[in-house]
């Protein structure tokens, strides 16, 4: 299995600020795309799947570039709530063939401040 | 509620030890994994498994053993031949197909003396 590879920061933004996050994955046969959200000394949670078409959640988008090989998650009107890891995976086909295994990025660190 | 639980929270033991952290889920998920979490790093796989009586290594397989006897539970050990074995231990599940979206448990933090 091949890298994924993620900025690690940290991006420190005011409230309100847009932020944007890339991920780039080696493998150009990956299959299923996400970007999940952990806070400090707890576990990982989903925040979005990520589709060829881009998709939104609210004040979040996500957009896949496959003829570039990255991801990207974007944040509008920063909370301090926001404030956490956010970790890029992808899914490729394992080396035994016939199952499919996610691979983490290590992590973009964002702190939201006052 | 379904979940994944996975016991204990913290775990202590001291070196030459084995010991087993439980993981266990009520999603009637079929793939289930563990991950290694160091300070500042990434997640690293040790095992998953797609299926009953099945599993397979990952990255970081060597000084770890895991059984799935059940459905439902993945126990993974640690065992002594683990040369750094202080780490955050996180497991998950996924339904196999289509996209085998992973959601964790609360980890456990194994400190070995």
């Known amino acids: 299995r091949k890298e994924v590879e993620q900025d690690p920061g940290p991006f420190n933004v005011p409230e309100g600020a847009t932020v944007a996050f890339n991920c780039t994955y080696s493998n150009s046969a990956s299959q299923s795309f996400f970007w999940y959200r952990q806070d400090c000394r707890k576990e990982p949670k989903l925040l979005m799947s990520?589709?060829?078409s881009g998709n939104e959640d609210g004040r979040f988008t996500a957009q896949l570039n496959r003829a570039s090989q990255y991801i990207s998650l974007l944040i509008r009107d920063s909370k301090l709530s926001d404030s956490a890891t956010y970790l890029c995976v992808v899914t490729a086909e394992g080396a035994s063939g016939g199952s499919y295994i996610p691979t983490f990025g290590r992590g973009t660190s964002l702190i939201v401040h006052p | 509620d379904g979940g994944i639980t996975q016991s204990p929270k913290y775990l202590f033991r001291k070196e030459g030890q084995n010991v087993t952290l439980s993981c266990e889920q009520n999603l009637n998920h079929d793939a289930m994994y563990w991950y290694r979490q160091d300070p500042g790093q990434g997640l690293r796989l040790i095992y998953y498994?797609?299926?009953?009586?099945?599993?397979q290594k990952g990255d970081i397989a060597e000084g770890y053993s895991v059984s799935r006897e059940k459905k439902e539970s993945f126990p993974l050990t640690v065992t002594s031949a683990q040369k750094n074995p202080t780490a955050f231990y996180l497991c998950?599940?996924?339904?196999?197909?289509?996209?085998?979206?992973?959601?964790f448990g609360p980890g456990t933090r194994l400190t070995v003396l």
């Open positions: 498994s797609q299926i009953v009586n099945d599993f």
């Open positions: 990520v589709y060829s």
């Open positions: 998950a599940s996924s339904i196999e197909i289509p996209r085998r979206t992973q959601y």
